[in-house]
């Protein structure tokens, strides 16, 4: 079946540094989604990328999505405090409906 | 406006036995997705119903049911509860779009399962 594996799966920075979660599929997928989850808390919409090589930014974000629709990385410039928690890309195919594959997560934490 | 809304939020039960879990959905979505996600992993794909009907169904065994009831909330049901059934089971809800629903979900708290 279809596998999306995402690293790394974590990732200690400073406050200030930059950092990039990347995301592979074994299929090709029709669109990509983003989701960032708080410690304890529930997956929160992000983004979704639909077309071959699209890029996407959000203020400090920036996601970008391979030119043969297998895979994704989001980058986060000058990272805050307030980025802290676990980054899922997660992957749809078409005619799926809402069945998205999940990848792993990359834990993010930043030292103030 | 409310969000996704689930209940009960934490609950524990023992093997053999059988939960309902239910959700709310955002007003005026039409389709809702349930997904389980293990402690350190990503969710995974359980059920999508739209319209009352099944949609989607991932990986999951027979234990695992589900429906979508006419206000559009919906319970997933999980029979003969083992000690792998701990996660947390987070629903979903997505906006109205071209084909029905868009892929973008909305999700609820969740409702933490614990098995023992």
């Known amino acids: 079946g279809q596998q999306v594996m995402q690293i790394p799966q974590y990732q200690h920075v400073q406050e200030g540094e930059d950092f990039t979660t990347y995301c592979n599929s074994s299929t090709t997928l029709s669109n990509i989604q983003w989701y960032k989850q708080r410690p304890g808390g529930h997956p929160v919409f992000l983004i979704q990328?639909?077309?071959?090589?699209e890029v996407k930014k959000q203020k400090r974000l920036t996601f970008q999505f391979g030119e043969a629709k297998k895979n994704s990385s989001l980058h986060i410039t000058a990272t805050q405090t307030t980025d802290v928690g676990t980054y899922f890309c997660a992957g749809g195919r078409n005619n799926a409906g809402n069945m998205l594959t999940f990848g792993g997560g990359t834990r993010l934490m930043v030292k103030p | 406006d409310a969000g996704v809304t689930q209940s009960p939020t934490h609950l524990i039960k023992t093997r053999g036995q059988h939960v309902t879990l239910r959700c709310s959905p955002i007003s005026g979505h039409k389709s809702v997705s349930w997904y389980q996600q293990v402690l350190g992993q990503g969710p995974q794909f359980i059920f999508q119903y739209y319209e009352k009907e099944e949609r989607g169904r991932g990986n999951f065994p027979d234990r695992f049911s589900a429906r979508q009831f006419p206000n559009y909330s919906s319970e997933l049901n999980v029979n003969a509860l083992l000690l792998g059934d701990s996660a947390l089971y987070l629903c979903a809800s997505s906006p109205p779009g071209l084909a029905g629903f868009t892929g973008e979900l909305f999700f609820g708290e969740g409702s933490r399962l614990t098995v023992l």
């Open positions: 990328l639909v077309k071959s090589g």
